[in-house]
């Protein structure tokens, strides 16, 4: 069955600072991998994708690699800004059901002007 | 384009009382989920529904909390009756078809007295 695990669970920056948010998964037989975001009070909004078969994907100050083998994948925020303070969740699908996503327990991120 | 739309956004009811929440997807989705989250922790689907038949209902509390999307669109989740240990955030999501990117709705907050 698989797992997710989010480290650390919460996180303070200053302003302008770089970083990095970690997830681990315990079965690497992984279909892709998907990091959201979620602000207080509301649902989740998906950031990265990454298949399988990628090592990383980007999205403007948002890079998202991969490392299956090690069961591994790292967010990483560059020139983090206020409007980031939110909470980062990754999430696998199930190992044999691609259909059914695991989530991490989050990451609490606090971006301080 | 409207999000997925779920309602009511907050509800507070007494242990033993029913409740029931909504939620409309995205125009053309087939795909509906139904999420569980817990204070501090991730989503964890509760039910997937492809058009109006539940494929995986496997997490569902059969005993108090049923499902229902009659047309294949809009659709209703029900407990009866609320325990206090089920008061959490009731997340909906919904994609175009399965395995595709989920896009979620702000949730309904449910706190059992």
């Known amino acids: 069955k698989q797992e997710v695990t989010q480290i650390p669970a919460a996180l303070s920056v200053p302003e302008g600072e770089n970083l990095v948010l970690n997830c681990s998964f315990t079965d690497s037989a992984i279909y892709n991998l998907q990091w959201f975001r979620q602000d207080p009070g509301k649902g989740l909004t998906s950031l990265l994708l990454?298949?399988?078969?990628?090592r990383e994907q980007t999205s403007g100050r948002l890079n998202a690699s991969l490392d299956k083998s090690s069961g591994r994948s790292t967010l990483y925020i560059a020139a983090s800004q206020p409007g980031d303070s939110a909470t980062y969740l990754c999430a696998v699908p199930e190992t044999g059901a691609t259909n059914k996503l695991i989530f991490g327990t989050g990451t609490l991120l606090a971006v301080q002007p | 384009e409207a999000g997925v739309v779920q309602s009511p956004r907050y509800k507070i009811i007494e242990k033993k009382q029913p409740v029931a929440f909504w939620c409309n997807p995205i125009s053309g989705h087939n795909t509906l989920y139904w999420y569980l989250q817990n204070l501090g922790q991730g989503p964890e689907l509760l039910i997937r529904y492809e058009n109006e038949e539940a494929v995986d209902d496997s997490q569902l509390p059969k005993d108090r909390f049923s499902a229902e999307r009659l047309k294949g669109v809009d659709s209703t989740l029900k407990i009866q009756p609320a325990e206090l240990g089920d008061s959490a955030v009731y997340l909906c999501?919904?994609?175009?078809?399965?395995?595709?990117?989920?896009?979620f709705g702000p949730g309904t907050r449910l706190l059992v007295l």
């Open positions: 990454i298949q399988s078969s990628q």
């Open positions: 999501a919904s994609s175009l078809t399965s395995g595709e990117t989920q896009y």
